[in-house]
């Protein structure tokens, strides 16, 4: 018995489902294959710059770092020997500065509502 099958008018043999395989262009092809490969190695230079970039982004972070704490060993240093390095002074007395600043000015509010709170 025959095992074809006769769907609107054709005759269907049976076999493997899905695409049959077509005849592939072999130039085209490898053209695909050529493009895909220089879009591969655009995005991998891509990649490898921006590594690079943050690698030496976190190289100047670590240097700056060092120096603060160079700085900072130098400053405890001095004041072990019994010396207050200018800086820690300039920035104790910007410190007080600021703080009396604040404090007048909350002084200055304060007499602000004062006067409003008498007016009534």
Not at 26 to 49: D, G, W
Not at 53 to 68: D, K, M, P, T
Request: glycine share 6%.
């Amino acid at each position: 018995m025959d095992d074809s099958k006769v769907v609107g008018g054709k005759v269907k043999k049976p076999g493997k489902r899905g695409r049959k395989p077509a005849k592939i262009d072999l130039k085209a092809k490898l053209e695909r294959s050529r493009q895909s490969a220089r879009e591969c190695r655009a995005r991998k230079k891509l990649r490898y710059q921006y590594l690079e970039e943050l690698v030496s982004s976190r190289e100047r972070a670590i240097c700056a770092l060092r120096e603060e704490l160079e700085m900072y060993k130098q400053w405890c240093m001095a004041m072990d020997q019994g010396k207050i390095p200018s800086e820690i002074k300039a920035l104790l007395t910007g410190e007080e500065q600021s703080k009396s600043q604040q404090n007048s000015s909350r002084h200055m509010k304060a007499g602000k509502t004062d006067a409003n709170s008498n007016s009534w």
